[in-house]
């Protein structure tokens, strides 16, 4: 008796020691942007520093990481995010980053949405990296908001990254668990810019900070280029491309406090 006892506490212990280091990271797999009402296509992604700096915070701090993307189709990363201005005194780390999604056999394998959902109780966190591409196909995807739900019913730290909080409008208002919280995304401004000076044209979902404000969410911002988030409770959200700081720090303290 005192032997099953043992083994069956053991087994316990390795479940639970597994789900603890294990964070999901879902990614768009969406590679072109439709602007101005499909006038104009441009190639985009996943950002690259947005999604591999948080990978590798991550990583560093002991936990592994399973990559998830719509129907398992492999990222792909938006052209724009490998500019040097990204990567201000980072730029081996950009080279590393490179290499990474080349190679690396976990994100080029990544599992469908409907995979990650089934495994959401292996997992201790979830990031969503930022990048236009999100808004192409997660912002559509049935998936997101019952993913988004399971890891608040839990209070499990969840990360959104620039563009990926207007995820949160995905779930209906009355099914929100996030009504009320404080939270960040790209800046009105910040959007002003890109699409006027970069991508020189505008998407179809756009005004993020409005409509996160419309539909009951407390809206925070800093400067444009800011290293700028906010966690509130197991929420973690940020700004933009230069956030990967402090993004990083408050979604290792959220990790901890879990």
Known sequence: MKTLILITFFMVSITLSSQHKKVL?????????????????????????EFYLAYKSVVAHGYK?????PNGLISTIDEESIDEKYWKNQIEVKSEALAFVKSDSAFKSP???????ENAGDYIGLVIPGGQGLMMDLMYNEHIPTLLMKFAKDNKPTGLICHAPSLLLTIPKVDNPYIGYKVNSVSPLEEFVIEKFIMKGKPKNRKIAK?????????????????????????????????SSRFNALYLQTLNEY
């Open 25 to 49: 990271f879902v990614l768009s797999a969406a590679d072109t942007l439709k602007l101005n009402d499909g006038q104009k296509l441009r190639q985009t992604g996943v950002f690259l520093n």
């Open 65 to 69: 990481v399973e990559f998830a993307t």
């Open 111 to 117: 599992i469908n949405l409907e995979k990650a959902i």
């Open 211 to 243: 409509q996160l404000k419309k539909l009951g969410l407390k809206y925070r911002s800093g400067l444009p280029k800011a290293n700028f988030a906010v966690k509130d409770r197991n929420l973690v959200t940020s700004q933009n491309p230069f956030s």
